[in-house]
Antibody, heavy 119, light 111 residues
């Protein structure tokens, strides 16, 4: 059974760096075709894809946020980390991580973690 | 503004069928058969309902189906049930630059 759990701060100040961790079980990020992505959803708004990392360390980023995002993996710890620099109140959202394979869909999602950016 | 366009809302009575459209472009929906659909109930994480345009994850009810024509993908829910009331999002792979793009979401109301 695949599970993913997001963790990180609930409150971040503007201009700070946000670090989120996705801890997963039930699969290995060293298996061919497997990826873990991040998607966010501001309160009452729509889903926005942010980044994804593949088993082979191939990294993909949203063009609009690429300069502010970094995604990394620690295969031994079964974790994927997303960092976002210079956060702004518009970055307030629930951040989800999701498991993906060669079908380019996110078939299993974490429960999400709510992050508020405010001074 | 989302890259993929969905109607803001649709509604139907129990037992009826509804279709939600998802219009993209030749850069995403029109080129890749990699459209997925997600159901999201309030306060919950999205759930994959359809992948690769028309495939259902194992164990998912067959009253959900997907299709695509040109730049527009569609999700059809037949035999509407009360528990189908939720928000639905489409998503398409869009190549190595844009990667994944989501639609603006559609709120389904079961009357």
């Amino acid at each position: 059974q695949i599970t993913l759990t997001e963790s990180g701060p609930t409150l971040v100040k503007p201009t700070q760096t946000l670090t989120l961790t996705c801890t997963f079980s039930g699969f290995s990020l060293s298996t061919g075709g497997v990826g873990v992505g991040w998607i966010r959803q501001p309160p009452g708004k729509v889903l926005e894809w942010l980044a994804l990392i593949y088993w082979d360390d191939d990294k993909r980023y949203s063009p609009s946020l690429k300069s502010r995002l970094t995604i990394t993996k620690d295969t031994s710890k079964n974790q994927v980390v997303l960092t976002m620099t210079n956060v702004d109140p518009v970055d307030t959202a629930t951040y989800y991580c999701g498991h993906s394979t060669t079908n380019y869909a996110f078939d299993i999602w974490g429960q999400g973690t709510m992050v508020t950016v405010s001074s | 503004q989302s890259a993929l366009t969905q109607p803001a809302s649709v509604s139907g009575s129990p037992g009826q069928s509804i279709t939600i459209s998802c219009t993209g472009s030749s850069s995403d929906v029109g080129t890749y058969n990699l459209v997925s659909w997600y159901q999201q109930h309030p306060g919950k994480a999205p759930k994959l309902m359809i992948y690769e345009v028309s495939k259902r994850p194992s164990g998912l009810s067959n009253h959900f189906s997907g299709s695509k024509s040109g730049n527009t993908a569609s999700l059809t829910i037949s035999g509407l049930q009360a528990e189908d009331e939720a928000d639905y999002y489409c998503c398409s792979y869009a190549g190595n630059n844009a990667n994944w793009v989501f639609g603006g979401g559609t709120k389904l109301t079961v009357l």
